[in-house]
C-alpha cells in the first residue's frame, strides 16, 4: 500500500472531508427537486400530466429510500469511501442522462436510476459525518448537514424553474456535472474509521461491523423505534411540500400571467420561503445545549417544533398573491426585485412569505435533533443500518405523501379550481405533524436510558472487554 502524506488524516482533512459531504448532501437533494421545480414545462414538453409526474417523485423517492436501507447495511460492514464513491458516479450520470428524455417513460427510467444513486449519500454518508463530530456537537453538525440539503433542494428548486423554464434538459446537466466533479474531489477525502469521534474510545482501535443477525436487536432500542415511526408519518406532511413551488405557480397563473412567468416567480417565492430552514443551524445548537442539561433534550425540542408548526402552514397555504404586480415574460433578475418590492409593498404577498418562512423555521428544529438522536442511541457499526431503516420509512411516508397530495389536488380540482385545490390538500397532509409530535414525546422518555446504555457498552469496548455483537 502506498505511504500516505503527511497531513492524510489530519485536521485540515478532516475539514475537506466534511466540505465535500456537506456539498454532496446539498446536490443529491437538489438532483431530486428538479422535477418538482418545473412541472409546467415538463408538462408541456413530455405530453405528461400532473398525477404522472407526481407519480414519478414519488417513485424517485421511495428508490432512494429502498436504496438507502440497502447501501446503509452494506456501508456498515465494508470500506465506506468506495461506497459513496460509486453511489455518486451513478446518480450523477443518470441525473445528466435525463437531460435526454424524450418521453415521459425515457425521464422515468433515467430518474430511477438516479434514485438507486442517491440511496448511498443518504444513509453511507449519515454514517460517516456521525463519526467526523463529537456527540456533545452532533446536533449543530447535523444541522449543518440539513441545512445543506434544504439548500439542495431550494437550488435545485431554483435551477429548474429558472434554467429549466425554455429548456427542460439544462437543470439536469448543471446538477449532473456539479455530481461528478465533487465525486472526483471525494477520491481525496478521509476514509474515517468507525466510532472517530467517540471521547470514550479516545485512541483504542475500533474494529466492530455489523452481522445480519444483529438487525432485530436495533428495532429493541425503544428510541428507534420512535425515531423511525415519527419519521414515517412527518413524511406525509414533508412529502406533501415539495409541491410548494407549483402551489406559488398556481397562484402566479391565476393572477393572471403567463407560464413562463408563474415558473420562475413560482420558484422565486419558493426559493424566498426556504429561507426559514436556515434556522436549523439554531435548532441543532439548542439541542445540543438542552441535552447536556436534560437527556430528554433533543426530542422535546422536536415536539415543540412540530406542533407549533402546523397551524402555521395552514395559514400560509391559503394566503393568496393578491394584487401581485410583475412583469410578464421578464427575467429572473427583474422579477426578483420585483418581488422583494412586493413582499415589502403588498401585505397579501408579505404575509404569504412570512408564515412560510416561521413554519420551515418551527420544523427546522425536527431534523438536526433526529439524525443526532440517531448516533446518541446506536453503536458506530449500526448508525448507517439504522439511518437507512429511518430512510426507508421516511421514503415510505414522502413518496406517499407526494403522490398522494398531487392525487387529492387533482380530485378536488373538479370542486376547487386551481390554486385553491393545491391549497386545501396541502393543509390536509399537515395533519399528520400530529402523531409525529407524539412520537418524539415517547422519545423524549426513552432516549435518556438507550444513550447511557451505548455509552456503557462503548466504554467497555475500550478496555478490550468486547462483547459478542463484533463480526469475526
Not at 373538479?414 to 390536509?428: D, Q
Amino acid at each position: 500500500m502506498a505511504q500516505r502524506p503527511a497531513w492524510w488524516g489530519g485536521s485540515r482533512h478532516v475539514k475537506w472531508t466534511i466540505t465535500v459531504f456537506v456539498v454532496l448532501a446539498s446536490l443529491d437533494n437538489a438532483a431530486l427537486a428538479i422535477v418538482p421545480g418545473m412541472i409546467p414545462p415538463l408538462r408541456d414538453s413530455l405530453r405528461a400530466s400532473e398525477a404522472a409526474l407526481g407519480v414519478l417523485t414519488g417513485t424517485s423517492i421511495l428508490v432512494t429510500a429502498l436504496a438507502a436501507a440497502g447501501w446503509g447495511f452494506w456501508g456498515d460492514r465494508s470500506r465506506r469511501k468506495r461506497l459513496l464513491f460509486g453511489g455518486t458516479l451513478l446518480w450523477a450520470a443518470a441525473c445528466t442522462l435525463s437531460a435526454t428524455a424524450t418521453s415521459f417513460a425515457w425521464l422515468y427510467v433515467w430518474q430511477t436510476v438516479m434514485a438507486v444513486g442517491l440511496g448511498a449519500i443518504a444513509s453511507v454518508g449519515f454514517s460517516v459525518v456521525s463519526d467526523l463530530v463529537r456527540p456533545a456537537r452532533r446536533g449543530l453538525a447535523m444541522s449543518f448537514w440539513g441545512v445543506s440539503q434544504g439548500i439542495g433542494t431550494v437550488g435545485g428548486q431554483l435551477i429548474a424553474s429558472q434554467l429549466g423554464a425554455d429548456r427542460f434538459g439544462t437543470p439536469f446537466v448543471v446538477v449532473g456535472v456539479a455530481g461528478v466533479v465533487f465525486a472526483l474531489a471525494y477520491l481525496v477525502a478521509y476514509d474515517v474509521p468507525r466510532g472517530f469521534r467517540e471521547p470514550v474510545l479516545a485512541a483504542a482501535p475500533y474494529d466492530y461491523r455489523i452481522e445480519a443477525r444483529q438487525i432485530p436487536g436495533l428495532w429493541a432500542v425503544r428510541t428507534n423505534r420512535w425515531l423511525i415511526l415519527q419519521g414515517f408519518s412527518a413524511q406525509f406532511a414533508y412529502g406533501s411540500l415539495v409541491w410548494t413551488p407549483l402551489l406559488y405557480q398556481e397562484k402566479v397563473l391565476a393572477a393572471g400571467y403567463g407560464t413562463d412567468t408563474a415558473t420562475k416567480v413560482g420558484g422565486i417565492f419558493a426559493t424566498l420561503n426556504a429561507v426559514g430552514a436556515l434556522a436549523s443551524i439554531i435548532g441543532g445548537h439548542v439541542g445540543d445545549r438542552w441535552q447536556a442539561r436534560d437527556p430528554r433534550g433533543r426530542a422535546l425540542l422536536s415536539t415543540i417544533g412540530i406542533l407549533g408548526a402546523i397551524p402555521l402552514f395552514l395559514v400560509f397555504f391559503f394566503v393568496p398573491l393578491r394584487g401581485l404586480e410583475v412583469t410578464d415574460g421578464a427575467g429572473t433578475w427583474l422579477l426578483l426585485r420585483q418581488v422583494l418590492a412586493e413582499v415589502v409593498t403588498n401585505p397579501w404577498v408579505g404575509a404569504a412569505l412570512a408564515t412560510g418562512i416561521l413554519a420551515l423555521v418551527l420544523t427546522s428544529v425536527d431534523s438536526p435533533n433526529a439524525f443526532a438522536l440517531i448516533a446518541d442511541v446506536n453503536l458506530p457499526e449500526h448508525r448507517g443500518t439504522v439511518f437507512g431503516a429511518g430512510n426507508l420509512a421516511n421514503g415510505l411516508g414522502r413518496a406517499t405523501g407526494s403522490s398522494l397530495a398531487s392525487a387529492a389536488a387533482t380530485a378536488m380540482e373538479r370542486s376547487l379550481p386551481p390554486p385553491a385545490n393545491w391549497a386545501a390538500a396541502l393543509a390536509a397532509f399537515q395533519l399528520f405533524f400530529l402523531p409525529t409530535g407524539y412520537c418524539y414525546w415517547r422519545a423524549s422518555h426513552t432516549s435518556p436510558e438507550d444513550v447511557a446504555s451505548l455509552q456503557a457498552t462503548l466504554a467497555q469496548r475500550a478496555t478490550g472487554a468486547g462483547d459478542d455483537r463484533a463480526v469475526t
